[in-house]
């Protein structure tokens, strides 16, 4: 980005009215039915995880005290009582305990109401087990309690959370058509805001366009979670579209939309209209939040301006709005991808003195900004201290980002360890975990044990892509099992997979050093003809081939074609090019080739 363009932005933020500061945002249980009971113990859903933050400790067991007191007292205390205690005990996201206790609630005769069912219905939901919280609600609507616009909106989000987006939508239809309740503002928004989250952004923007034209006309929010979605899928300008016609409506955006397409911009570069849109927030007077500052900060940083952001932060904190974890987040991994440690680990340890605890994101980008520098010692120490500063416990993004560090390094022993550690520990493994281990093993020769892995990532549920079987044809290849990795190539298909270019010039490179040019030149049309364009290393492989069987006139056709598609000669094909030069009758066809496709000639 060129500076002319940064300046306006820094501007842009700088400029705040004092005088409009101000923030914009603004299993079954055991009563009714003995149904409940079986249903409990086959899917032992209400099992109580009791695992939770010592910091919630004494809200949490006061809460159960007060809660079992109560049941036992007589006379009862009103009901309100009793959902007050529920109420906390959710929002401190003990949902399975929320369940169980509300099961002692009704063995032991305590009243219940609708109120009470939408917490037990949510409680459901957020566990995603929507159809339980179906059946309840079936069983509360036969003894006689009535559903409302909370019941019906909380269902909608458990079939959003549970991925059933068809369900959502016949069930929200219904609520339309066959008049269930009278849909809320809320309820719209969880509608649209579940349909953009599960991948249906367009399906949420015909739902917003047919809403206007009804009684349930959407507010800014519902606006907001379009123009959200739009810009995560890459529709900036559909955003922007959108945005003028909700003003034109008469709906003012808020700092959360102006947030969105902020961001939706930033990720194409497109600078001079992230310049326009602040300004137009100065213009509305809404002010930026620390999200919208975060967005900058991190943008900035990976571009590689991590000066730009800093200096953003300057005006943040003159403002007087405090970064916060995430600000220092994107800063440490701006540094880290400038190879910049001693500035990383800097911002890393200023984090304490601003109030703050360093996250799992801020150990792993360091962790993972000491190892691409080859500082596996110091990556290492900061990976034992994860847990013994009791942040948090080292996820599947640490310990892989680990494994790769001591993989990387050679030391193959400590990173099979790790990943024994990380077994034992429970922490599953991703893909690119499971990745990295098979190209450790392809890379020292152990392809019978890379296939062993192989199997044991499948049993673990791990599916195998396109860049796992590319590692395995690699290794295959590098170990001079040539036909072995052919019938690999050929079995991918089969295997719901679409080679690569990569995988293509893999074999093809393979082919033509061990002299089988002819058979690499067939790949090549059988390549072209899948739809997979042929890259670099591909048009150079063929032609070092056939260079070393000195068969120049078989490799001009494919410098020519080369040249056509933008690709240059590597190192070994121009050196091969000019050792062939000076052998060459056909100097003077070769030498103007020569101009077109080597580097600097």
Request: proline share 3%; aromatic share 8%.
């Amino acid at each position: 980005m060129r500076i002319y363009e940064r300046a306006p932005i820094r501007r842009a933020i700088a400029a705040k009215s004092s005088t409009y500061y101000y923030g914009i945002f603004a299993d079954r249980l055991s009563f009714f039915s003995s149904n409940f009971h079986s249903v409990r113990h086959k899917d032992r859903l209400f099992s109580p995880n009791l695992r939770r933050d010592l910091s919630c400790a004494n809200e949490l067991d006061e809460a159960i005290f007060l809660f079992r007191k109560m049941v036992r007292m007589r006379p009862q205390p009103p009901i309100f009582e009793f959902t007050k205690q529920l109420k906390v005990i959710v929002n401190l996201k003990q949902y399975s305990l929320a369940l169980k206790l509300f099961d002692e609630m009704r063995e032991l005769g305590a009243p219940v109401n609708e109120y009470t069912m939408n917490i037990l219905i949510n409680c459901c939901c957020l566990l995603k087990r929507v159809d339980v919280g179906f059946a309840i609600f079936g069983i509360f609507f036969k003894q006689g309690y009535n559903a409302n616009v909370v019941t019906f909106t909380t269902l909608l989000k458990g079939l959003f959370l549970d991925r059933k987006v068809a369900d959502a939508e016949k069930l929200f239809k219904q609520i339309l058509t066959l008049r269930l309740c009278e849909p809320d503002d809320f309820t719209i928004v969880t509608v649209i805001n579940g349909l953009c989250k599960n991948g249906h952004v367009l399906a949420a923007h015909d739902l917003l366009c047919l809403l206007e034209k009804t009684i349930y006309k959407p507010n800014v929010m519902a606006y907001s979670a379009v123009i959200n979605g739009l810009c995560k899928t890459g529709m900036v300008d559909n955003a922007l579209e959108l945005k003028s016609k909700m003003t034109d409506k008469g709906i003012s955006p808020t700092v959360v939309t102006y947030n969105s397409m902020i961001q939706g911009l930033c990720d194409f570069g497109r600078w001079k209209e992230v310049k326009d849109l602040l300004n137009e927030m100065v213009n509305r007077k809404i002010p930026l939040d620390v999200v919208s500052f975060n967005i900058l900060v991190d943008a900035f940083c990976k571009e590689g301006n991590v000066k730009e952001a800093e200096e953003v932060l300057e005006i943040m904190t003159r403002q007087n709005i405090y970064p916060n974890i995430v600000t220092y987040n994107a800063l440490i991994d701006g540094y880290c991808l400038q190879g910049k440690m001693d500035r990383a680990k800097e911002v890393f340890d200023s984090i304490t003195g601003s109030g703050l605890k360093p996250s799992i994101i801020s150990y792993n980008s360091l962790i993972n900004g000491y190892c691409k520098k080859g500082k596996v010692d110091e990556a290492w120490r900061l990976f034992l201290e994860v847990s013994s500063k009791g942040v948090e416990y080292p996820d599947t993004i640490t310990y892989g980002t680990m494994i790769h560090g001591f993989l990387s390094a050679g030391r193959n022993t400590d990173g099979w360890k790790l990943y024994k550690d990380m077994e034992a520990r429970q922490v599953h493994p991703n893909l690119y975990t499971c990745n990295i281990l098979l190209e450790g093993l392809c890379k020292t020769h152990q392809i019978a044990e890379a296939f062993s892995f192989l199997r044991v990532m499948e049993d673990k549920g791990v599916s195998p892509n396109i860049i796992t079987y590319g590692i395995l044809i690699n290794g295959l290849c590098k170990d001079g099992k040539l036909e072995d990795a052919k019938n690999l190539l050929n079995e991918l298909p089969s295997k719901g997979l679409k080679p690569d270019n990569h995988i293509y010039a893999i074999i093809i490179g393979s082919l033509c050093e061990e002299g089988f040019v002819d058979e690499a030149k067939d790949l090549l049309i059988k390549m072209e003809g899948s739809g997979c364009a042929p890259n670099s290393v591909t048009y150079n492989n063929i032609i070092q081939g056939l260079l070393k069987k000195k068969e120049l006139d078989k490799a001009m056709p494919f410098l020519e074609e080369m040249h056509k598609k933008g690709f240059l000669a590597d190192a070994s094909t121009s050196s091969m090019l000019i050792n062939h030069l000076q052998g060459s009758k056909k100097n003077g066809v070769l030498l103007e080739m020569m101009k077109k496709v080597v580097p600097k000639m």
